[in-house]
């Protein structure tokens, strides 16, 4: 029981202290939901696991930005390609 009201919490604390990271994870759900890809077609495109995508969404984890980055790519927000050094 206490785990869950931790876990809670962690979340709420994520919404409330990065208002961007919320609002640019809502626009990353959002395009999904308006392009009608499923978490695994997204998660193929973009080569992030369902799982990381779905934490994402549901604000249990804050994105790292190469994550982030990826995803955004997937959806066609940006375009960008990895350079070899």
Do not use: H, W
């Not at 939901?33 to 193929?44: F, G, T």
């Not at 696991?49 to 930005?65: G, L």
């Amino acid at each position: 029981m206490f785990r869950k009201k931790r876990r809670e919490k962690e979340i709420l604390s994520i919404k409330d202290l990065d208002s961007v990271g919320y609002l640019s994870i809502e626009l990353l759900k959002r395009k999904r939901e308006k392009e009608k890809l499923s978490i695994p077609e997204l998660s193929r495109k973009c080569l992030v696991p369902c799982s990381t995508i779905r934490r994402i969404e549901n604000y249990q984890v804050s994105p790292k930005i190469t994550t982030y980055l990826k995803i955004a790519n997937g959806l066609g927000l940006i375009r960008f390609k990895k350079r070899r050094i």
